[in-house]
């Protein structure tokens, strides 16, 4: 097939303008091209952000790789390096083997009783007052609760990877005050997971289990600091931001509650749904290993690439209505956890959580309103800071 250069857009990405209402920028993107150039001061990236286009290139590792990071600054794709989700195969095999030893789908099944349990009597807590933040009350409550008990981390630095988590992925994007802001925490997250030792962890826990596998001489001793790392790294923000943004569309919205009410067997769906709307990673990147033919318009090889999750999600040319959020949509095709051998580890447990949170939603409360948001900033995830919400 002819190819062609990549069409250029004046567009700053992380701007704090595009990061608030990413979506007319989106479908800029998405109509000016399947691969468009994004040239800037601080960078120069390709940006893919139609459906078809992303998800292509998510599932072809070899040509769009991971092994070169998967931010948008040199520093943080250093510190990538050796990570689950900045590494290809062989390398990526081996460690998602072992990650995923403990968050395979069965073993996640194993952990629903437990997270509902947690959410329920979370949710019955808060309705006690009839108002109460949907992220800090309960969606920050909840995650580092479920995550801590899983990884066998608690108190103090359960603590500082729950408050610091965001932080892991503002650092991913370009040079900007989000970066500079981040970083000193990264290192001090990092420094304090290289500290830990099997004693730091509950007997039981993944973090146990991977010292138990060291020690057996199964995984090299240095490669449960990186494991920890991609356990707790991408495991609060990503989940706290999908149950703050799925509760938000669901109560400014009377009718769709309504609807998800009569029939709570919809809550699988509308996990789909909300992360489809609303993805917690909106902005994912990788690095072209030769030409790549994206429809007919070529991106050089040695190009940085923004994969457009969030925009991919909202495709007119995929999902019909896509700035609507309908609980009866099931879109379970959505890339919001990734595509092909980078596809999330975590997600099973993350749509666990959001859809604990929704269940216990669903069957302790009648009526669900909330107020004006205040929306979180992050160079990479998308969520919210602050839900008031009222119940009865």
Not at 25 to 45: K, M, Q
Not at 68 to 96: C, I, K, S, W, Y
Request: hydrophobic residues 40%.
């Amino acid at each position: 097939m002819a190819t062609s250069t990549a069409p250029s857009l004046d567009l700053d990405l992380w701007s704090d303008t595009v990061l608030h209402d990413p979506w007319p920028h989106y479908r800029a993107i998405r109509d000016t091209g399947p691969a468009v150039r994004l040239e800037h001061d601080l960078y120069d990236v390709y940006a893919v952000g139609r459906y078809e286009d992303a998800r292509e290139a998510l599932r072809h590792w070899e040509l769009f790789s991971s092994a070169q990071g998967v931010g948008f600054n040199e520093l943080m794709n250093e510190a990538m390096q050796g990570t689950v989700v900045g590494a290809d195969p062989p390398e990526h095999d081996l460690l998602r083997g072992v990650m995923l030893d403990r968050l395979k789908l069965s073993e996640v099944r194993e952990l629903t009783a437990m997270v509902q349990e947690k959410a329920d009597l979370l949710v019955a807590e808060l309705l006690d007052g009839g108002e109460f933040d949907a992220v800090s009350d309960l969606a920050e409550r909840l995650v580092p609760t479920v995550v801590g008990q899983l990884v066998g981390i608690s108190g103090e630095v359960l603590d500082k990877f729950a408050h610091g988590g965001d932080k892991f992925f503002a650092v991913a994007g370009p040079p900007n005050e989000q970066l500079d802001e981040g970083f000193p925490v990264v290192l001090e997250l990092l420094q304090l997971i290289g500290s830990l030792t099997k004693a730091d962890m509950a007997p039981g826990s993944m973090g146990w289990d991977l010292y138990d596998a060291a020690e057996r001489g199964e995984i090299p001793e240095d490669m449960c600091t990186t494991l920890l790392w991609n356990y707790v790294g991408p495991g609060f923000d990503t989940t706290i931001n999908a149950i703050g943004s799925t509760i938000w569309m669901l109560a400014r919205d009377p009718e769709q509650w309504k609807a998800l009410k009569a029939d709570p067997s919809l809550v699988p769906g509308v996990v789909n749904e909300g992360v489809r709307m609303e993805s917690p990673i909106q902005i994912w990147s990788r690095w072209t290993t030769r030409d790549a033919d994206v429809d007919g318009v070529t991106i050089p090889e040695g190009s940085r690439v923004a994969l457009l999750l969030g925009s991919a999600n909202r495709d007119e040319r995929h999902y019909p209505d896509p700035d609507h959020f309908d609980v009866h949509r099931n879109p379970a095709d959505h890339v919001a956890f990734g595509q092909g051998i980078h596809l999330c580890v975590g997600a099973p447990l993350a749509r666990a959580e959001v859809a604990a949170t929704l269940n216990a939603l669903v069957h302790q409360v009648t009526t669900l309103e909330c107020g004006e948001p205040l929306r979180r900033i992050n160079n990479t995830t998308r969520g919210l800071r602050h839900l008031p919400v009222t119940v009865s």
